[in-house]
């Protein structure tokens, strides 16, 4: 069985309230990282929304990123 949804008031999950990706959060830091600005990442990369189950990705979160990351002002390796 596959449950979908918001569990205590049965109602779809808003977009918004989605997790980013492992995979999309290690592209944005490799991104950054490559020394991208914040801006030309939403701008270039996730303007378009692709995938419509998918959170899409605002500048708030880019900015949380490359705190999480520690990634101002440094650059990094990211594992494969």
Known sequence: MIVSGCLKHSHDLER??????????DFIAHLLSQGVEPKV????????????????VTYADVLNIQKQYKLQGKKISLPN
Request: without cysteine; proline residues 8%; charged residues 40%.
């Open 16 to 25: 918004r309230n989605i997790r980013i990706s492992r995979k999309t959060k």
């Open 41 to 56: 990442v939403i701008e270039n990369y996730f303007a378009r929304d692709l995938d419509p189950k998918s959170k899409p």
